[in-house]
């Protein structure tokens, strides 16, 4: 994977100028990356210190006035709890927050996808990898150019979903979480890096609103095996009955929109989808 | 970026001299004495790598343990003990992976399971059923205590996993008072407050909170009789908490400046905190008193004991002292009797690591001997701090307390402790410290635990030069070859 084909080396010289989509050459990484080191970028260390309105500056107007644009309930379909974090001023009307994370968003093809079919929604990016999310920096930052009054609504972030999610998000802020075609960690010794496990999926939960959504989608059968049982025996998680995937404008774009899911495509591959929401819990 | 795992593998043997830093071994593990008190009988406690020594401070005398179970003894250091609120039962796991429920009234090994991986932290629960430990992959586990009340079928005699944080040592575990949460502290500054369901066996899905404020991993959590939690790190500050909603109530600096940074904002691992993970000192060890309010912590380092008190309402930890302990050991940990008196201990073993590797019984048998002889040899010095009933002279206040206006009179009105005498005499004090009571030895074992503590939990930190060397060295870059 991303062998010695590159020519620039550095992403400054041949990358994007202002409002030019950023060219992926330039941006190739190892497609893997071990998620148990210790991490060495900034982290947050609450939720109440990410620095929102530099992700999303539409959806944060720089005057406290409450001339928001929209009511933060609108980005809000299920009745989640309102997150309680940011209560450092006295502003009257509650901060939109992120609804939707995709987990080890890659080269952004999602979220690019879903910004204009939820255009009062909020979404995030993680990524682990940091030339990936270089790269999606600069592809929606381009986006934003192009398109004016599109694409505010998603960001990415350099992050470990894995270890760093309550960093970000607070208790039942989300409504969807993504994980489209996660790395499989074929080996036994390595299950414990995949990104569904019976342990994680205790965080997903808490950041899933009640009712919450979690996509995930892979192209190894195996895997797809892994997480539809691992969610399947998780109390907290629920499968979607076929009507609740039929109404679900958003499972259709699982297939396709991601990069990994074209190359998939491309290859005549299978998939194998499993869709969970998050349900209360009962002792 | 996530590499870590092999080396570069364009550094050959003859790159050896020239490998940086982050090649070096790993340091020897050096494993604290540990203390504990029963909350209502007169017995001490000490672990002192694979041995524990069981002592009635009225009588003098030493209790012997007793245990049927396989394996007999504890084949590496001990590095977590607990006694249930109610004093009837005591727990003890090590880095030889085992943890054994000890029944106290007749010091018998009740049973003994073995975990995955070496053991980090023990609690039980609040109706002594369950015995929770965590360990050094982030695991908790939960095993039935074995009372005779419960059915030890096949099943309930084994272990489950409880619930897991992501390949992080966890470092504490607490059960709250009326049994509905557990909390549990790791050293990604992570202190997760979890319900602790009816039926443990099938796990702790449902998350109540995350408590994060701390800028450095964590080293003790406990519950406080109202519910409030309280916690201490290696940024030197402790901690109140509501765990209900995880609301950082108060941050009470013992260590490091007074004054905490206007927003701590970013846990950056790069070198924004290389200043507190260094400068300031970790908060090693912290015990509650029986009275509820009072708690006592002990610094890296530091020759002295800090004693906190809960006062007001909203309630708020004020420091009430600082007893210097004046150039004797840093205590390496810290217990509450239950008279209310606080018993010291500093100390160490360096561990023997001999890995997975051993198998047959010889090798087993001799292992253990080791452990016996590395705990019979190790420096161990134990001290009693009591209540000064009278005469609060201010000479005994060596340093005034530190914090709000409140502060002042909560100092007044608390107990003032002074280093008193063992009871028992020197029998006693020979049934802890062993043959090997030599305070200056005790001191430099306590200094190199706390060392090598700062070193199993604290994030590693690369210079810029190091990091440019590491990108140099990447095997997934190698620039292409036989090309110009």
């Known amino acids: 994977m991303g062998g010695g084909k590159r020519k620039g080396r550095s992403p400054e010289a041949g990358g994007s100028t202002e409002g030019k989509l950023p060219q992926k050459k330039f941006y190739r990484a190892r497609a893997h990356s071990n998620p148990l080191n210790d991490s060495h970028f900034p982290v947050p260390l609450s939720p109440t210190y990410v620095p929102w309105s530099a992700h999303f500056p539409a959806f944060f107007p720089s005057t406290p006035v409450p001339a928001v644009p929209l009511p933060a309930s609108c980005s809000t379909p299920t009745s989640s709890p309102a997150p309680t974090a940011a209560s450092s001023s006295g502003v009257p009307v509650e901060p939109p927050a992120v609804r939707f994370a995709d987990v080890g968003c890659g080269f952004g093809g999602l979220l690019v996808k879903l910004a204009p079919l939820y255009p009062d929604t909020l979404m995030l990016g993680m990524e682990l990898r940091d030339k990936v999310s270089e790269y999606v920096r600069e592809r929606i930052g381009a986006l934003r150019v192009a398109h004016p009054g599109q694409y505010g609504n998603v960001s990415v972030m350099r992050s470990n979903a894995m270890k760093y999610l309550p960093n970000l998000f607070v208790k039942g802020q989300l409504t969807k979480m993504f994980f489209l075609f996660p790395d499989p960690h074929f080996k036994e010794k390595n299950h414990r890096r995949r990104i569904i496990t019976h342990a994680l999926l205790a965080e997903y939960a808490y950041c899933l609103a009640p009712g919450g959504r979690l996509y995930t989608i892979t192209d190894v059968a195996e895997l797809g095996e892994w997480m539809r049982t691992t969610l399947e025996q998780h109390p907290l998680f629920q499968p979607l009955t076929p009507e609740e995937l039929a109404a679900d404008p958003v499972v259709a774009l699982l297939d396709t929109s991601s990069e990994e899911g074209q190359k998939v495509e491309r290859n005549q591959g299978q998939t194998h989808r499993a869709i969970f929401k998050r349900v209360a819990y009962s002792d | ?484």
């Open chain 2, 1 to 484: 970026m996530g590499d870590e795992d092999a080396p570069p593998a364009t550094a050959g043997p003859s790159d050896k001299q020239k490998r940086p830093s982050y090649f070096n071994p790993k340091p020897p593990a050096i494993v604290p004495a540990l203390i504990a008190c029963h909350p209502h009988a007169p017995i001490v406690v000490v672990a002192i790598g694979a041995a524990l020594r069981v002592l009635n401070y009225e009588t003098g005398e030493a209790l012997l343990l007793s245990d049927a179970t396989i394996p007999r003894r504890h084949r590496e250091a001990i590095r977590a003990i607990a006694f249930h609120p109610s004093g009837a039962l005591f727990a003890s796991g090590g880095d030889d992976k085992l943890v054994k429920v000890w029944d106290t009234a007749t010091w018998t090994c009740r049973k003994t399971v073995s975990g995955p991986k070496k053991i980090s932290s023990v609690v039980f629960s609040a109706d002594a059923r369950w015995l929770c430990f965590s360990d050094k992959y982030g695991i908790v586990h939960v095993t039935s205590t074995g009372g005779p009340g419960d059915a030890v079928d096949s099943a309930e005699a084994g272990i489950k996993q409880l619930l897991a944080h992501c390949s992080s040592i966890i470092t504490s575990l607490a059960m709250s008072p009326d049994g509905r949460f557990i909390a549990s502290a790791d050293r990604d500054y992570k202190l997760r407050v979890s319900v602790f369901p009816a039926t443990p066996l099938a796990g702790a899905p449902e998350i109540q909170s995350f408590c994060l404020g701390h800028t450095s991993y964590l080293t003790a959590a406990l519950f406080l009789p109202g519910g409030l939690l309280v916690s201490a790190g290696g940024d030197g500050t402790l901690r109140l908490w509501q765990p209900q909603m995880g609301e950082l109530l108060q941050t009470l600096r013992l260590a490091g400046e007074q004054e905490i940074a206007p927003v701590e904002s970013v846990m950056s691992l790069d070198e924004g905190d290389s200043a507190s993970e260094s400068s300031g000192r970790a908060i090693v060890a912290l015990a509650l008193a029986p009275d509820g309010v009072s708690l006592a912590a002990a610094l890296e380092g530091c020759s002295e004991v800090v004693f906190v008190h809960m006062v007001g309402e909203p309630p708020a930890l004020v420091v009430a002292q600082r007893l210097s302990l004046g150039g004797r050991a840093p205590p390496t940990s810290l217990a509450f009797d239950a008279g209310g008196r606080v018993w010291r201990v500093a100390g160490a073993v360096q561990e023997i690591e001999t890995g997975d590797a051993v198998v047959t019984e010889e090798a087993l048998a001799a292992k253990e001997a080791a452990a016996a002889a590395a705990a019979a040899s190790a420096a161990v010095q134990v001290e009693l701090l009591q209540r000064r009933e009278t005469g609060v002279s201010a000479r005994e206040r060596s340093a005034e307390p530190v914090g709000h206006g409140a502060g002042e009179e909560a100092a007044s009105a608390a107990a003032v402790y002074e280093v008193g005498e063992l009871p028992g005499g020197s029998a006693a004090q020979g049934v802890l410290e062993g043959s090997q009571a030599d305070a200056q030895a005790a001191a430099e074992a306590a200094k190199a635990a706390t060392e090598a503590m700062r070193n199993l939990l604290g994030k590693r930190m690369y210079t810029e030069a190091e990091k440019i060397d590491r990108k140099r060295n990447r095997n997934d870059q190698k620039p292409p070859r036989g090309k110009s």
